[in-house]
């Protein structure tokens, strides 16, 4: 299985900060990288796909970029509903996985 | 509206079996691949399984090869996870989840479900 670890694990930051969270695969996943959040005690939710790909309703403050094995998550301006768990995810081989997680928080 | 609506969760023994459910709708369920995605309380997302929208190929993550078998029934709009040979560390919260293809946005789990709780203690 393809190993995908985030850094940091957790981090703390204010209402208008930019954040970058930061993603690296055991190797290559090609442009299947995939970005969701979490909030407590609610299922996942997609933000973006294919590295850069912003689903439909979701902030433009939040952004993808990367290639290969590393890529980031970048948002610019927090709010106070950014306040969350986020996950990269890839989509590259047939066993699917998870990055450990990085919860930002206040 | 997509609806994902798991089941089957509960309490188990050591060493028993489970088999969840995953009832979608809103939908043409048989169009879709699908996956169960594991998460322990507190801890991170795991992805467990997938399987073709067909239900003749599955993959699984190398730690759930052999014990977990995911599977569907196109005809009731269901997808299944059978658990055998519990174990503690199987207690966790299953999502079922909906497999999204783009030509410009690469494969992603589009839609979740709220989850299904396992407990496993004797």
């Known amino acids: 299985d393809i190993q995908m670890t985030q850094s940091p694990s957790s981090l703390s930051a204010s209402v208008g900060d930019t954040i970058t969270i930061a993603c690296r695969a055991s190797q290559s996943v090609s442009g299947y990288l995939n970005w969701y959040q979490q909030k407590e005690g609610k299922a996942p939710k997609l933000l973006i796909s294919w590295i850069s790909s912003l689903q439909s309703g979701v902030p433009s403050r939040f952004s993808g970029s990367g290639s290969e094995t590393e890529f980031s998550l970048t948002i610019s301006g927090l709010q106070p509903e950014d306040f969350a768990t986020y996950y990269c995810?890839?989509?590259?081989?047939?066993?699917?996985?998870f990055g450990q997680g990085t919860k930002v928080e206040v | 509206e997509v609806q994902l609506q798991e089941s089957g969760g509960g309490l188990a023994q050591p060493g028993g079996s489970l088999r969840l459910s995953c009832e979608a709708s809103g939908f043409t369920f048989s169009d879709f691949w699908m996956h169960w995605v594991r998460q322990v309380p507190g801890k991170g997302l795991v992805w467990v399984a997938r399987?073709?929208?067909?239900?003749?190929?599955?993959t699984y993550a190398d730690s759930m090869k052999g014990r977990f078998t995911i599977s569907r029934d196109n005809a009731k709009s269901t997808l299944f996870l059978q658990i055998d040979g519990l174990r503690a560390e199987d207690a966790a919260l299953y999502y079922c989840?909906?497999?999204?293809?783009?030509?410009?946005?690469?494969?992603?789990?589009?839609?979740w479900g709220q989850g299904t709780q396992v407990t496993v203690s004797s």
């Open positions: 989840a909906r497999e999204y293809y783009g030509f410009w946005s690469g494969y992603y789990l589009d839609q």
């Open positions: 995810q890839q989509g590259y081989s047939s066993s699917w996985s």
């Open positions: 399987i073709d929208s067909g239900g003749r190929s599955a």
